[in-house]
């Protein structure tokens, strides 16, 4: 990002319209991602935010819940409601809209033109929809006919997730959105695509001579991608229910990371080069041949009641608003082809699931064994040397590697031992890295659409994952009940076995053989 593109935010700033801010994402995301970067000074006072609900809020109840918000979920805390509080939270307004009725759009075209006047914003607006997607298509045409479009300044739309149900909603949700903005008007959010460890998989390729070279199927035996939670569905079982973790997870952080890990090197660092590289992987993602195959290949589970870190958790079908014959998955584990020069026969293995003994996000990179040779002659049991990405929560990147065991010399013994090479950006800069939704708020706000997905990527990802969800349609024999707190079917392990391989121990389960660098060994 150019220092011009950023200033530009600063110079000309904008208004900051959010739909659904009296909802969850707003309260835990959006607002708190807002304060820090006013914090950062990334924003200067030339903006404004409107947040605009159904329900009536006066000002005062709503800087009341903008500061609750913050102190709750922000990185920066409030330390005082003081001067400089009362001159942050002055950008903000409430105005209670119906997303359905047009004269409310009206309305809020005038209440913007004063906000613009007041805080002298060259008519810049960025519609953030948090809404249910079903609002996107009227709350686009409302802001057309609504007189909302008709400034000099850049009009964006960040539209969240889940960005339509299949391919076929999605496409009818696309058609509907582009006859108000055009594509490089709309920045589709996914949230791990903003986050620091995935933005930095693409340096730790490109930019190091120990990995680049290697990066293919001559040297690489097979990736893993974890995205494991401890939470249950929680408050959102209406949604989850229709949804699943095929869809909730799956259709769009999990195969990005799929595209962030196989994707040639872009030619320059603009937006649509990374882009058209990720495009070309969804493009080569290998469609399973039929619904046995699907079953073969994709593993599905739903938990049932157990105990994650010492709470017990009721089963999913009991869970509010979820069906109780629900046949919803909570968990799946596949395993994917990239289908291209570089990645012939190499499995990608991706597993998420809710409930699950650990939160984390990590990517795996199994290299393959060194030929045999002299140092296997002896007894040692050479390991696989391994590139972990850890995304989250703690991030940083480690590295396995084959070491002799120091002062060893007696046949008998392996003296080759694992050790590791820990890299924790966590514990170098705390766990007080910006959070994805400020990264990307920004980024949108400086039209920086690198980390957002284009249509392209958003309809090949779907057409992947229906193929999926059309097999598991048919019945629901294969979907396996797995107690909360464990690490779901135990038919995702076979799927590894089958191959030769297993899923490497995820963060805070450290592998017990390895020695860790600094560590008496
Ligand atoms: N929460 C999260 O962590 C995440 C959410 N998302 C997605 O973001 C979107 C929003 O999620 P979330 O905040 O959790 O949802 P909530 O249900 O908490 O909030 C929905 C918001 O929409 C408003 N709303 C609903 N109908 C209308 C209408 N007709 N006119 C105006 N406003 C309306 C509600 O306010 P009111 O009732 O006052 O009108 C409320 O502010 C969803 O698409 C979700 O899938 C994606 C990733 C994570
Ligand atoms: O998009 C979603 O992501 C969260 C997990 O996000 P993380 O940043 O906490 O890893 C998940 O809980 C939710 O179901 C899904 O909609």
Redesign the pocket.
């Known amino acids: 990002m150019s220092d011009t593109k950023s200033e530009a935010i600063k110079q000309s700033g904008a208004v900051f319209f959010i739909f659904g801010a009296t909802g969850d994402l707003a309260r835990r995301k959006l607002f708190p991602a807002i304060y820090s970067l006013y914090r950062e000074g990334k924003l200067s006072e030339k903006f404004a935010v409107i947040g605009l609900a159904r329900r009536p809020r006066t000002e005062v109840q709503f800087h009341d819940d903008l500061l609750q918000s913050i102190q709750e979920f922000a990185r920066y805390k409030v330390d005082k409601v003081d001067a400089d509080w009362q001159r942050f939270a002055a950008h903000f307004t409430y105005m209670s809209l119906d997303i359905n009725n047009i004269d409310g759009f009206k309305e809020l075209s005038s209440v913007a033109t004063k906000l613009e006047q007041k805080f002298d914003i060259a008519g810049n607006r960025l519609f953030y929809l948090a809404l249910a997607p079903d609002l996107f298509g009227s709350v686009a045409h409302n802001l057309r006919d609504g007189g909302m479009l008709e400034t000099d300044g850049w009009h964006r739309l960040v539209i969240e ?1 889940p960005f339509g149900f299949d391919l076929a909603s999605a496409k009818l949700l696309n058609e509907e959105i582009n006859k108000v903005f055009e594509e490089k008007e709309i920045y589709r959010i996914d ?2 695509l903003g ?1 620091e460890m995935v933005q930095n998989i693409g340096v730790v390729r490109f930019a190091n001579a120990f990995f680049e070279p290697l990066w293919n199927n001559k040297y690489i035996a097979n990736i893993q991608i974890t ?1 494991s ?1 401890t ?1 249950g569905v929680e408050e ?1 079982g209406g949604y ?1 229910d229709h949804s699943g973790a095929l869809r ?2 799956g259709q ?2 999990m195969l990005q990371m799929v595209t962030m890990m196989a994707m040639e090197p872009p030619s320059r660092l603009h937006p649509e080069d990374l882009r058209d590289e990720k495009v070309k992987v969804l493009r080569s993602l290998r469609a399973y041949s039929s619904k046995e195959e699907v079953k073969s290949h994709v593993v599905r589970g739903q938990y049932g009641e157990g105990t994650v870190r010492g709470k017990s958790r009721v089963a999913y079908r009991e869970e509010p608003n979820v069906n109780p014959v629900s046949t919803t998955s909570t968990y799946f584990a596949a395993k994917v082809f990239v289908d291209n020069f570089r990645w012939a026969g190499v499995p990608f293995y991706i597993r998420t699931g ?1 409930n699950l003994p650990v939160k984390t ?1 990590e990517v795996v990179v199994e290299f393959k064994n060194i030929p045999d040779n002299v140092y296997l002659a002896k007894k040692n049991k050479l390991q696989p040397n391994l590139l972990v990405f850890r995304v ?1 929560p703690m991030e940083g990147i480690y590295i396995k590697i084959n070491a002799k065991r120091p002062g060893s010399s007696d046949e008998s013994q392996s003296t080759i031992i694992p050790v590791a090479m820990d890299f924790c950006q966590s514990c170098l800069v705390g766990l007080n890295t910006p959070e ?1 939704y400020e990264l990307l708020i920004y980024d949108a706000a400086c039209g920086d659409s690198t980390y957002f997905t284009r249509w392209d990527e958003v309809k090949l990802a779907w057409q992947f994952v229906d193929q999926i969800a059309e097999a598991w349609a048919e019945n629901a024999d294969d979907l396996h009940i797995y107690p909360a707190g464990t690490w779901g079917p135990q038919e995702a392990d076979e799927l590894l076995a089958k191959d030769g391989f297993h899923w490497w121990p995820v963060n805070g389960q450290a592998e017990s053989e390895v020695v860790w660098v600094g560590e008496h060994i």
């Open positions: 997730k949230h791990y986050k995205l939670e939470v959102r989850y909730d997870m769009n952080h809710k996000t989250n994805a």
